[in-house]
Protein backbone atom coordinates (compact mmCIF):
# COMPACT_ATOMS: atom_id res chain seq x y z
CA UNK A 1 0.00 0.00 0.00
CA UNK A 2 1.41 3.69 -1.20
CA UNK A 3 -0.05 6.62 -0.23
CA UNK A 4 0.10 10.09 -1.87
CA UNK A 5 -0.53 13.96 -0.55
CA UNK A 6 -4.04 14.79 -1.36
CA UNK A 7 -4.41 17.00 -4.32
CA UNK A 8 -3.65 20.71 -3.67
CA UNK A 9 -1.37 20.35 -0.31
CA UNK A 10 1.78 19.62 -0.33
CA UNK A 11 5.13 19.09 1.60
CA UNK A 12 7.64 21.45 2.84
CA UNK A 13 11.10 19.23 2.89
CA UNK A 14 13.80 19.97 4.87
CA UNK A 15 15.66 21.63 1.99
CA UNK A 16 12.75 24.06 2.00
CA UNK A 17 12.14 24.86 5.54
CA UNK A 18 14.42 27.56 6.13
CA UNK A 19 13.10 29.64 3.32
CA UNK A 20 10.04 29.87 5.30
CA UNK A 21 11.40 29.93 8.95
CA UNK A 22 14.19 33.18 7.69
CA UNK A 23 10.78 34.48 5.39
CA UNK A 24 8.85 34.32 9.11
CA UNK A 25 11.70 35.58 11.19
CA UNK A 26 11.72 38.66 8.80
CA UNK A 27 7.68 38.99 9.32
CA UNK A 28 7.99 38.97 12.89
CA UNK A 29 10.99 40.99 13.64
CA UNK A 30 8.71 43.45 11.23
CA UNK A 31 5.52 43.18 13.24
CA UNK A 32 7.52 43.77 16.39
CA UNK A 33 8.90 47.24 15.10
CA UNK A 34 5.11 48.13 14.43
CA UNK A 35 4.27 47.04 17.55
CA UNK A 36 1.80 43.74 16.51
CA UNK A 37 1.75 41.01 18.52
CA UNK A 38 0.93 37.42 17.89
CA UNK A 39 -2.32 35.32 18.03
CA UNK A 40 -2.27 31.98 17.37
CA UNK A 41 -6.39 30.39 16.75
CA UNK A 42 -7.28 26.76 15.86
CA UNK A 43 -7.56 25.51 12.44
CA UNK A 44 -11.12 24.97 12.78
CA UNK A 45 -14.23 26.76 14.13
CA UNK A 46 -17.82 26.37 13.86
CA UNK A 47 -18.81 26.69 10.69
CA UNK A 48 -22.03 29.35 11.23
CA UNK A 49 -18.58 31.60 11.87
CA UNK A 50 -17.88 31.88 8.48
CA UNK A 51 -20.90 31.56 7.09
CA UNK A 52 -21.97 34.49 9.05
CA UNK A 53 -18.52 37.03 8.76
CA UNK A 54 -17.69 36.15 4.96
CA UNK A 55 -21.37 35.78 3.86
CA UNK A 56 -23.53 33.19 2.81
CA UNK A 57 -23.25 34.26 -0.69
CA UNK A 58 -19.58 34.45 -0.90
CA UNK A 59 -17.82 31.82 -2.71
CA UNK A 60 -15.44 31.19 -0.08
CA UNK A 61 -18.73 29.84 2.26
CA UNK A 62 -20.47 28.64 -1.06
CA UNK A 63 -18.07 26.73 -2.39
CA UNK A 64 -14.92 26.49 -0.54
CA UNK A 65 -15.16 25.69 2.66
CA UNK A 66 -14.05 21.79 4.14
CA UNK A 67 -16.99 21.45 6.41
CA UNK A 68 -17.23 18.60 9.12
CA UNK A 69 -19.77 16.93 11.59
CA UNK A 70 -18.58 16.03 14.50
CA UNK A 71 -19.65 13.19 17.05
CA UNK A 72 -22.19 15.22 18.47
CA UNK A 73 -23.73 17.03 14.73
CA UNK A 74 -22.11 20.51 15.41
CA UNK A 75 -21.07 21.91 11.87
CA UNK A 76 -17.29 23.30 12.08
CA UNK A 77 -14.90 24.24 9.08
CA UNK A 78 -11.21 23.86 8.40
CA UNK A 79 -10.68 28.03 8.77
CA UNK A 80 -10.77 29.39 5.18
CA UNK A 81 -9.07 32.83 6.11
CA UNK A 82 -7.64 34.00 9.40
CA UNK A 83 -9.47 37.53 10.17
CA UNK A 84 -12.54 35.83 11.47
CA UNK A 85 -10.95 33.76 14.28
CA UNK A 86 -9.20 36.39 15.35
CA UNK A 87 -12.15 38.70 15.68
CA UNK A 88 -14.00 35.98 17.57
CA UNK A 89 -11.25 35.56 19.82
CA UNK A 90 -10.54 39.72 20.29
CA UNK A 91 -14.18 39.93 21.63
CA UNK A 92 -14.12 36.34 23.43
CA UNK A 93 -11.01 37.24 25.21
CA UNK A 94 -12.85 40.70 26.03
CA UNK A 95 -9.14 41.80 24.60
CA UNK A 96 -10.68 45.08 23.92
CA UNK A 97 -10.34 45.89 27.62
CA UNK A 98 -6.20 44.79 27.68
CA UNK A 99 -5.75 46.93 24.55
CA UNK A 100 -3.88 43.53 22.75
CA UNK A 101 -5.92 45.73 19.47
CA UNK A 102 -1.98 45.05 16.83
CA UNK A 103 -2.73 41.46 16.02
CA UNK A 104 -0.72 38.95 13.77
CA UNK A 105 -1.35 35.87 12.61
CA UNK A 106 0.76 33.02 10.19
CA UNK A 107 -0.87 29.90 10.00
CA UNK A 108 -2.47 27.29 7.17
CA UNK A 109 -6.14 28.12 5.50
CA UNK A 110 -8.07 25.71 3.57
CA UNK A 111 -10.40 26.06 0.38
CA UNK A 112 -11.59 24.01 -1.57
CA UNK A 113 -9.98 25.49 -4.89
CA UNK A 114 -8.83 24.55 -8.09
CA UNK A 115 -5.19 23.64 -7.49
CA UNK A 116 -2.82 25.61 -10.24
CA UNK A 117 0.37 27.16 -9.68
CA UNK A 118 -0.18 29.64 -6.62
CA UNK A 119 -3.15 28.33 -5.86
CA UNK A 120 -3.49 24.92 -2.96
CA UNK A 121 -6.46 23.90 -0.58
CA UNK A 122 -4.26 23.96 2.28
CA UNK A 123 -1.86 27.09 1.69
CA UNK A 124 -0.68 29.55 4.26
CA UNK A 125 -1.19 33.47 4.86
CA UNK A 126 0.51 35.60 7.30
CA UNK A 127 -1.90 38.10 8.13
CA UNK A 128 -2.37 41.32 10.76
CA UNK A 129 -5.35 42.68 12.41
CA UNK A 130 -5.73 46.69 14.03
CA UNK A 131 -8.47 46.46 15.61
CA UNK A 132 -10.46 49.58 17.41
CA UNK A 133 -10.16 52.90 15.62
CA UNK A 134 -11.12 54.26 12.47
CA UNK A 135 -8.63 56.51 12.07
CA UNK A 136 -7.04 56.28 8.43
CA UNK A 137 -3.91 57.10 9.69
CA UNK A 138 -3.89 53.29 10.62
CA UNK A 139 -5.23 52.43 6.99
CA UNK A 140 -1.76 53.84 6.09
CA UNK A 141 0.52 52.47 8.61
CA UNK A 142 -0.85 48.59 8.20
CA UNK A 143 -0.76 48.98 4.45
CA UNK A 144 3.13 50.72 4.83
CA UNK A 145 3.74 47.55 6.85
CA UNK A 146 2.68 45.35 3.65
CA UNK A 147 4.15 47.17 1.20
CA UNK A 148 7.67 47.47 3.90
CA UNK A 149 7.63 43.69 4.41
CA UNK A 150 7.48 42.83 0.88
CA UNK A 151 9.73 45.79 -0.67
CA UNK A 152 11.91 45.40 1.90
CA UNK A 153 12.32 41.58 0.94
CA UNK A 154 13.65 42.89 -2.16
CA UNK A 155 10.98 41.99 -4.68
CA UNK A 156 10.74 44.98 -7.68
CA UNK A 157 7.70 44.15 -9.52
CA UNK A 158 5.16 44.84 -6.98
CA UNK A 159 2.26 47.19 -7.44
CA UNK A 160 -0.18 48.43 -4.28
CA UNK A 161 -4.25 48.78 -5.86
CA UNK A 162 -6.18 51.06 -3.49
CA UNK A 163 -9.86 51.66 -3.24
CA UNK A 164 -12.70 52.48 -1.31
CA UNK A 165 -15.93 49.89 -0.89
CA UNK A 166 -17.86 52.40 0.76
CA UNK A 167 -20.09 51.64 4.02
CA UNK A 168 -23.33 49.97 3.82
CA UNK A 169 -24.82 53.41 3.42
CA UNK A 170 -23.45 54.01 0.20
CA UNK A 171 -23.48 50.79 -1.43
CA UNK A 172 -26.75 50.65 -1.53
CA UNK A 173 -26.60 53.87 -4.49
CA UNK A 174 -23.62 51.51 -5.55
CA UNK A 175 -25.66 48.21 -6.28
CA UNK A 176 -28.28 49.58 -7.57
CA UNK A 177 -26.50 51.52 -10.00
CA UNK A 178 -24.40 48.29 -10.98
CA UNK A 179 -28.25 46.30 -11.44
CA UNK A 180 -29.02 49.15 -13.63
CA UNK A 181 -25.62 48.76 -15.69
CA UNK A 182 -25.78 45.03 -16.10
CA UNK A 183 -29.38 44.70 -16.55
CA UNK A 184 -29.15 44.56 -20.37
CA UNK A 185 -26.14 41.97 -20.58
CA UNK A 186 -28.22 39.48 -17.50
CA UNK A 187 -27.90 37.23 -20.42
CA UNK A 188 -24.56 36.80 -21.21
CA UNK A 189 -23.13 36.60 -17.58
CA UNK A 190 -22.20 33.45 -16.46
CA UNK A 191 -24.80 31.43 -14.01
CA UNK A 192 -23.22 32.43 -10.72
CA UNK A 193 -23.25 36.22 -11.84
CA UNK A 194 -26.53 35.72 -12.96
CA UNK A 195 -26.99 34.74 -8.56
CA UNK A 196 -24.49 37.71 -7.79
CA UNK A 197 -26.22 40.01 -9.62
CA UNK A 198 -29.55 39.38 -7.06
CA UNK A 199 -27.51 39.04 -4.00
CA UNK A 200 -24.14 40.99 -4.15
CA UNK A 201 -23.73 43.03 -7.54
CA UNK A 202 -20.28 43.96 -6.61
CA UNK A 203 -19.12 40.50 -6.32
CA UNK A 204 -19.74 40.70 -10.51
CA UNK A 205 -16.79 43.10 -10.80
CA UNK A 206 -14.49 40.43 -9.65
CA UNK A 207 -15.74 38.06 -11.62
CA UNK A 208 -12.53 35.31 -13.58
CA UNK A 209 -14.71 34.56 -16.20
CA UNK A 210 -13.75 36.34 -19.46
CA UNK A 211 -17.21 37.76 -21.26
CA UNK A 212 -17.79 38.74 -17.67
CA UNK A 213 -14.69 40.85 -17.16
CA UNK A 214 -15.31 42.30 -20.20
CA UNK A 215 -18.86 43.51 -19.64
CA UNK A 216 -17.45 44.44 -15.84
CA UNK A 217 -14.72 46.46 -17.95
CA UNK A 218 -16.97 49.93 -17.83
CA UNK A 219 -19.27 49.52 -14.67
CA UNK A 220 -19.96 52.44 -12.80
CA UNK A 221 -16.96 52.98 -10.35
CA UNK A 222 -17.64 52.57 -6.31
CA UNK A 223 -15.51 55.79 -5.92
CA UNK A 224 -18.36 57.92 -7.70
CA UNK A 225 -20.89 56.71 -5.34
CA UNK A 226 -19.22 57.45 -1.77
CA UNK A 227 -21.32 59.57 0.72
CA UNK A 228 -19.48 62.66 2.33
CA UNK A 229 -17.82 60.63 5.24
CA UNK A 230 -16.01 58.02 2.92
CA UNK A 231 -15.04 60.39 0.90
CA UNK A 232 -13.37 62.29 3.55
CA UNK A 233 -11.91 58.83 4.76
CA UNK A 234 -10.36 57.92 1.64
CA UNK A 235 -9.20 61.12 1.07
CA UNK A 236 -6.93 61.01 4.35
CA UNK A 237 -6.30 57.47 4.09
CA UNK A 238 -4.12 58.36 0.69
CA UNK A 239 -2.42 61.74 1.96
CA UNK A 240 -1.24 59.25 5.09
CA UNK A 241 -0.01 56.97 2.20
CA UNK A 242 1.74 60.08 1.00
CA UNK A 243 3.23 61.12 3.37
CA UNK A 244 4.79 57.72 4.44
CA UNK A 245 5.95 57.71 1.10
CA UNK A 246 4.19 54.38 -0.25
CA UNK A 247 3.50 54.14 -3.53
CA UNK A 248 -0.57 53.19 -4.77
CA UNK A 249 -2.84 53.26 -7.90
CA UNK A 250 -6.06 53.71 -7.60
CA UNK A 251 -8.44 50.40 -8.97
CA UNK A 252 -12.24 51.21 -8.53
CA UNK A 253 -12.87 47.32 -9.02
CA UNK A 254 -11.20 45.81 -6.12
CA UNK A 255 -14.31 44.36 -4.57
CA UNK A 256 -12.27 41.73 -2.41
CA UNK A 257 -14.57 38.37 -1.85
CA UNK A 258 -15.59 38.73 1.37
CA UNK A 259 -18.73 40.48 2.39
CA UNK A 260 -16.89 42.41 5.61
CA UNK A 261 -15.45 44.83 4.07
CA UNK A 262 -15.99 48.66 4.16
CA UNK A 263 -14.28 51.38 2.86
CA UNK A 264 -10.51 51.06 2.50
CA UNK A 265 -9.54 48.08 0.40
CA UNK A 266 -6.54 47.21 -1.08
CA UNK A 267 -4.23 44.49 -2.93
CA UNK A 268 -0.71 43.77 -3.81
CA UNK A 269 -0.21 42.21 -7.13
CA UNK A 270 3.12 41.07 -8.31
CA UNK A 271 3.95 41.00 -12.39
CA UNK A 272 5.27 37.42 -13.03
CA UNK A 273 3.79 34.94 -11.64
CA UNK A 274 1.04 33.89 -13.92
CA UNK A 275 -2.98 34.19 -13.04
CA UNK A 276 -2.42 34.13 -9.67
CA UNK A 277 -1.06 37.42 -9.00
CA UNK A 278 -2.48 38.49 -5.82
CA UNK A 279 0.24 38.62 -3.51
CA UNK A 280 -1.85 40.05 -0.42
CA UNK A 281 -5.20 41.87 0.19
CA UNK A 282 -7.02 43.21 3.17
CA UNK A 283 -9.16 46.06 3.32
CA UNK A 284 -10.98 47.45 6.86
CA UNK A 285 -13.98 45.86 7.91
CA UNK A 286 -15.71 48.31 10.29
CA UNK A 287 -18.91 45.99 10.98
CA UNK A 288 -17.57 42.86 11.46
CA UNK A 289 -16.82 42.92 15.04
CA UNK A 290 -20.41 43.76 15.78
CA UNK A 291 -21.80 41.24 13.09
CA UNK A 292 -20.20 38.63 15.70
CA UNK A 293 -21.13 39.57 18.78
CA UNK A 294 -18.59 42.43 19.86
CA UNK A 295 -19.58 46.06 20.41
CA UNK A 296 -18.88 48.23 17.42
CA UNK A 297 -15.77 48.45 16.70
CA UNK A 298 -14.18 49.70 13.68
CA UNK A 299 -10.91 47.42 12.20
CA UNK A 300 -8.74 47.03 9.25
CA UNK A 301 -6.36 43.75 8.25
CA UNK A 302 -4.84 42.07 5.79
CA UNK A 303 -3.63 38.58 4.93
CA UNK A 304 -0.80 37.22 2.60
CA UNK A 305 -0.22 34.34 0.79
CA UNK A 306 3.10 32.45 1.58
CA UNK A 307 3.51 30.23 -1.09
CA UNK A 308 3.43 33.16 -4.00
CA UNK A 309 5.54 34.92 -2.01
CA UNK A 310 7.95 32.88 -2.19
CA UNK A 311 7.10 31.91 -5.87
CA UNK A 312 7.70 35.56 -6.67
CA UNK A 313 11.14 35.59 -4.96
CA UNK A 314 12.25 32.68 -6.71
CA UNK A 315 11.16 34.17 -9.98
CA UNK A 316 13.07 37.53 -8.86
CA UNK A 317 16.13 35.71 -7.77
CA UNK A 318 16.35 36.87 -4.12
CA UNK A 319 17.41 34.28 -1.97
CA UNK A 320 16.26 34.26 1.99
CA UNK A 321 20.01 32.27 2.90
CA UNK A 322 21.37 29.10 2.96
CA UNK A 323 20.42 26.67 6.47
CA UNK A 324 22.99 26.39 8.73
CA UNK A 325 25.43 23.89 8.51
CA UNK A 326 27.14 21.36 11.00
CA UNK A 327 29.21 23.73 13.18
CA UNK A 328 31.30 20.80 14.56
CA UNK A 329 32.00 17.08 13.72
CA UNK A 330 33.05 14.79 16.12
CA UNK A 331 35.28 12.00 15.64
CA UNK A 332 36.49 10.11 18.56
CA UNK A 333 38.72 7.25 17.67
CA UNK A 334 38.09 4.06 19.52
CA UNK A 335 35.67 2.96 22.18
CA UNK A 336 37.53 4.86 25.21
CA UNK A 337 37.62 8.09 23.22
CA UNK A 338 33.84 8.31 22.68
CA UNK A 339 32.58 7.31 26.37
CA UNK A 340 34.81 9.88 27.08
CA UNK A 341 33.32 12.49 24.31
CA UNK A 342 29.62 11.84 25.16
CA UNK A 343 29.49 13.79 28.40
CA UNK A 344 30.44 16.75 26.31
CA UNK A 345 28.16 16.55 23.21
CA UNK A 346 25.18 17.67 24.68
CA UNK A 347 27.03 20.46 26.76
CA UNK A 348 28.51 21.94 23.81
CA UNK A 349 24.77 21.43 21.82
CA UNK A 350 22.77 23.75 24.56
CA UNK A 351 25.71 26.75 24.08
CA UNK A 352 24.57 26.93 20.35
CA UNK A 353 26.95 25.24 18.53
CA UNK A 354 25.73 22.12 15.46
CA UNK A 355 27.22 19.06 16.44
CA UNK A 356 27.18 16.14 13.99
CA UNK A 357 28.78 12.64 15.40
CA UNK A 358 27.57 9.13 14.56
CA UNK A 359 28.16 6.26 17.01
CA UNK A 360 27.67 3.84 13.72
CA UNK A 361 31.07 5.05 11.90
CA UNK A 362 33.78 3.63 13.78
CA UNK A 363 36.75 4.09 11.44
CA UNK A 364 38.33 7.61 10.98
CA UNK A 365 38.12 7.78 6.96
CA UNK A 366 34.47 6.77 7.65
CA UNK A 367 33.91 9.84 10.04
CA UNK A 368 36.07 12.25 8.50
CA UNK A 369 33.73 11.39 5.13
CA UNK A 370 30.72 11.42 7.37
CA UNK A 371 32.09 15.40 8.50
CA UNK A 372 32.41 15.79 4.74
CA UNK A 373 29.49 15.26 3.63
CA UNK A 374 27.30 17.08 6.44
CA UNK A 375 29.53 20.21 5.38
CA UNK A 376 30.84 20.50 8.97
CA UNK A 377 33.03 24.00 9.25
CA UNK A 378 35.31 22.08 12.09
CA UNK A 379 36.15 18.28 12.81
CA UNK A 380 37.42 17.29 16.42
CA UNK A 381 39.36 14.09 16.36
CA UNK A 382 39.79 12.89 19.54
CA UNK A 383 42.70 10.18 19.65
CA UNK A 384 44.70 8.93 21.92
CA UNK A 385 47.14 11.78 22.72
CA UNK A 386 43.99 14.10 22.94
CA UNK A 387 42.73 11.85 25.57
CA UNK A 388 45.55 11.81 27.33
CA UNK A 389 45.40 15.63 27.50
CA UNK A 390 41.60 16.53 27.73
CA UNK A 391 42.08 18.17 24.40
CA UNK A 392 40.90 17.79 20.81
CA UNK A 393 42.72 18.19 17.38
CA UNK A 394 39.97 20.85 15.88
CA UNK A 395 40.45 20.43 12.25
CA UNK A 396 39.41 23.53 10.07
CA UNK A 397 37.62 21.30 7.36
CA UNK A 398 38.43 24.78 4.56
CA UNK A 399 41.47 24.92 5.70
CA UNK A 400 42.91 22.24 6.88
CA UNK A 401 44.22 23.84 9.53
CA UNK A 402 45.00 22.15 13.14
CA UNK A 403 45.21 23.23 16.55
CA UNK A 404 45.20 21.41 19.69
CA UNK A 405 42.48 22.74 21.81
CA UNK A 406 41.28 22.26 25.35
CA UNK A 407 37.79 20.79 25.92
CA UNK A 408 37.05 23.51 28.89
CA UNK A 409 38.04 25.73 25.71
CA UNK A 410 36.42 24.21 22.91
CA UNK A 411 33.22 26.34 22.89
CA UNK A 412 34.57 29.63 23.50
CA UNK A 413 37.20 28.71 20.50
CA UNK A 414 34.87 28.18 18.08
CA UNK A 415 32.57 30.71 19.05
CA UNK A 416 35.40 33.04 18.05
CA UNK A 417 36.19 31.20 15.06
CA UNK A 418 32.36 30.64 13.62
CA UNK A 419 32.01 34.30 14.65
CA UNK A 420 28.64 33.23 16.63
P1 LIG B 1 -7.81 36.42 0.43
O1 LIG B 1 -7.92 35.87 1.83
O2 LIG B 1 -8.64 35.67 -0.58
O3 LIG B 1 -7.95 37.90 0.37
O4 LIG B 1 -6.32 36.14 -0.04
C1 LIG B 1 -5.21 36.81 0.49
C2 LIG B 1 -3.97 36.22 -0.12
O5 LIG B 1 -3.86 34.84 0.22
C3 LIG B 1 -3.95 36.23 -1.65
O6 LIG B 1 -3.47 37.46 -2.10
C4 LIG B 1 -3.02 35.08 -1.96
O7 LIG B 1 -1.68 35.50 -1.86
C5 LIG B 1 -3.30 34.10 -0.86
N1 LIG B 1 -4.25 33.04 -1.27
C6 LIG B 1 -5.60 33.09 -1.30
N2 LIG B 1 -6.12 31.91 -1.72
C7 LIG B 1 -5.07 31.10 -1.96
C8 LIG B 1 -4.92 29.74 -2.40
N3 LIG B 1 -5.98 28.97 -2.67
N4 LIG B 1 -3.67 29.23 -2.54
C9 LIG B 1 -2.57 29.99 -2.27
N5 LIG B 1 -2.65 31.27 -1.84
C10 LIG B 1 -3.87 31.82 -1.68
Redesign the pocket.
Known sequence: MSYSIPRGTYDILPKDSYRWQALKAKFTELAKAFGYEEITTPIFEVSDLFERSSGESSDVVQKEMYRFTDKKGRSFALRP?GTAPVVRAYVEHNMASSGNNKLWYWGPMF?Y?RPQA???RQ?Y?YGLEFIGSDNPYWDAELISFLWLFLSGLGLKHLRLELNSVGCPNCSQDYDNALRAYFQPHLESLCPDCQKRYETKPRRLLDCKVTTCKQIAGSAPSQLDYLDEPCRDHFAAAKSYLDKLSIPYTINPKIV??LDYYTNTAFEIVYEGIGAQN????GGRYNGLIEQIGGKPTPAIGF???I??LLIALENEGISLGESPGTDLYLIPMGEQARDFILPWINRWRMEGITIGFDPDKSSFKSQLKAANNSQARFAAIIGEDELAQESVMLKDMQSGEQSLIKLSELVSTLKTKLNH
Do not use: H, N, W
Open positions: ERDGRYFQRGSLAGAGGER
